[in-house]
């Protein structure tokens, strides 16, 4: 997994968790050490737990609750509490970028206005936002089964497209792979390496 380099990346770390439960936590963890004009773009396919991370972020970061998908609401912003974990802490910006094609039409929902003053946590937002600052961290969340990617999986044997349809949401494991950009990330956060 860590061959697959990625040009620009100072480092990548991989966190497998298995339960969606996990992945709140790990985002979670994060929002704790968030800092305002961080930027985070989230990849990864529909389902693959892009927002349950990012309501982990928001309980880390302290923000007002209700953090739900925001699919046909571009952007909302949760207003940091000052009875939550990090009173005076940033806010958090949540896009979804999944309907925006380009990175013109990312400028035109304005999100300099907020990105100082708060974290930008944007779905579906690579290539869409990289400019918007010098640094970012990607976050790539993947489905697995038995360790390896899904994707390769089901190309290489067909076998587990029952998975891929599970209505119940049951609990499934996930990789997550971090990558820092840009100056704000030259380190390592430490939570990644204790969770590593
Ligand atoms: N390990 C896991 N981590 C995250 N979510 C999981 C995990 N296992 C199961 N799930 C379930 O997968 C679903 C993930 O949905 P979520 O809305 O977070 O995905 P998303 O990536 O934001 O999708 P979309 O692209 O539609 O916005 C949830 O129903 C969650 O309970
Ligand atoms: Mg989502």
């Keep these: 997994m ?7 990346a100072l480092w990548e770390r991989t966190v497998k968790v298995a339960t969606a439960e996990q992945t709140h936590a790990l985002g979670s963890a994060l929002g ?7 930027l985070l773009v989230l990849t990864g396919e529909l389902g693959a737990g892009k927002t349950t991370f990012t309501q982990g972020l928001g309980e880390g970061l302290g923000v007002r609750a209700g953090v739900i998908s925001p ?24 896009v979804d ?10 400028d035109d929902i304005d999100l300099e206005n907020t990105l100082d003053s708060s974290v930008t946590v944007v779905e579906w937002g690579r290539e869409r936002v990289e400019h918007l ?15 390896t990617d899904s994707a390769l999986d089901s190309a290489e044997t067909g076998q587990d497209a029952v998975l891929d349809f599970d209505p119940e949401d ?7 792979v971090f ?18």
């Excluded at 704790?32 to 961080?38: E, K, N, Y």
């Excluded at 990558?179 to 590593?196: K, M, Y």
């Design 2 to 8: 860590s061959s697959n380099a990625v040009p620009g």
């Design 32 to 38: 704790g050490v968030l800092v305002p004009g961080d």
């Design 71 to 94: 699919t046909f609401v571009l952007v909302r912003i949760h207003p940091n509490l000052p009875e939550g974990r990090r009173p005076g802490g940033p806010d958090l910006v949540h």
């Design 97 to 106: 970028a999944y309907r925006l094609g380009s990175a013109a039409e990312i």
């Design 133 to 147: 600052s010098d640094s970012r961290l990607d976050i790539e969340l993947h489905r697995t089964v038995g360790g």
């Design 170 to 176: 049951d609990d499934e494991p996930r990789t997550i």
């Design 179 to 196: 990558r820092g950009f840009g100056p704000r990330w030259s380190h390592v956060p430490e939570i990644l390496e204790e969770n590593a």
